[in-house]
């Protein structure tokens, strides 16, 4: 990292968010969402929700808008969060969560989940909404759109997700889900977008200081990120110790040639771990990077070595984390050191 960027990395952390004076216009999201919008009019739609910066990626309960993560409109920030956050969306993804917002969108706009059929096809509107869910990955009844089987976690959800790849242009969404039981739901979507499509939205679009928009965040960048921070719900820091032996080597396991320490190759792989553990198991880069910073300071600290097969060491880390992250979302820990002790 130069000291220029140090500096400048220093200095926008100290800055507050509403003070940047960041703005959609001129930026590539808002190419992203003009992309969004010739989708919309192309299935024939007239509803073009408005789109606005805030935290993260969302549309506020119950309102017809798009909130986009302040970062994607500014390069530095954007830099800034590859950094902490181990990543930043690609094009092709931050349209997957734009077509994915468009359908709360238009549910909202509409009052859909208001409907009899909508209720019957996706289940009831006020059901209790959890982070925390289970997911059956063999399931036909959801379509797959964003990671982590993400339409099985709220019925809202699921017809986001199902809207999402009605909307998307390059997939023939009948052949694809033929002979799947979701294949209904897509049809109730494009039955229903035929409905009201040409019709003007019964839920006012206005976006408020209560949504969160980008003047309203008076806070510093860094404290953005402190505040998405996770704790590692963990007894003992020394829990995977056993699991890092296999994995990686002791200095007396090491043959010939520079040894190279566990830490540097966990450092080195982070983003790729974090993406592959995410697309895995649907969780977000939080609690997967707080696992791996985990793993890469025990490695330091018991002085572990990567083995001369780098693919098959990811391969591993990626089934070891997996197992990790499915256990979590399941359990709600990593590991509960108690419970596993004799009476």
Not at 45 to 66: A, M
Not at 136 to 164: C, M
Not at 290 to 312: C, K, T, V
Request: aromatic residues 12%.
């Amino acid at each position: 990292m130069s000291e220029t960027w140090d500096t400048e990395r220093a200095a926008l952390l100290g800055r507050r968010i509403s003070d940047l004076g960041l703005r959609l216009q001129g930026t590539p999201v808002q190419q992203l969402v003009d992309q969004l919008y010739t989708e919309l009019r192309a299935r024939g739609l007239v509803f073009l929700p408005p789109v606005y910066l805030t935290d993260e990626w969302g549309c506020p309960s119950g309102t017809p808008v798009i909130g986009v993560p302040f970062y994607l409109a500014d390069r530095q920030l954007m830099r800034l969060e590859e950094e902490v956050a181990a990543g930043v969306e690609s094009e092709a993804e931050s349209m997957r969560y734009l077509r994915h917002e468009a359908g709360h969108a238009y549910n909202y706009a509409y009052r859909l989940y208001d409907r009899p059929e909508w209720r019957r096809i996706f289940g009831p509107y006020s059901r209790p909404y959890r982070d925390r869910y289970h997911a059956d990955p063999f399931s036909r009844n959801f379509v797959r759109h964003i990671l982590g089987w993400y339409a099985q976690k709220h019925p809202d959800e699921d017809f986001a997700e199902t809207f999402a790849v009605w909307l998307t242009p390059d997939i023939d969404w009948r052949e694809s889900y033929r002979s799947w039981p979701v294949l209904h739901k897509l049809e109730y979507v494009e039955r229903t977008m035929q409905e009201v499509g040409s019709d003007p939205p019964v839920v006012s679009a206005q976006i408020t200081e209560a949504d969160l928009p980008v003047d309203a965040m008076h806070y510093t960048v860094e404290q953005h990120y402190r505040e998405l921070e996770q704790q590692l719900p963990l007894d003992d820091e020394t829990f995977f110790d056993g699991d890092l032996l296999t994995i990686f080597a002791t200095d007396s396991e090491m043959g010939d040639g520079a040894p190279r320490p566990a830490a540097v190759f966990l450092n080195e792989h982070r983003r790729e771990l974090v993406a592959r553990i995410g697309y895995w198991t649907g969780e977000g880069p939080g609690i997967v990077g707080a696992f791996l910073d985990l793993l890469e300071r025990r490695a330091g600290e018991l002085g572990l070595y990567a083995r001369m097969r780098e693919a098959s060491t990811l391969i591993e880390l990626t089934a070891f984390g997996t197992a990790v992250m499915m256990n979590y979302r399941y359990t709600d820990t990593l590991g509960r050191v108690a419970d596993e002790e004799s009476p």
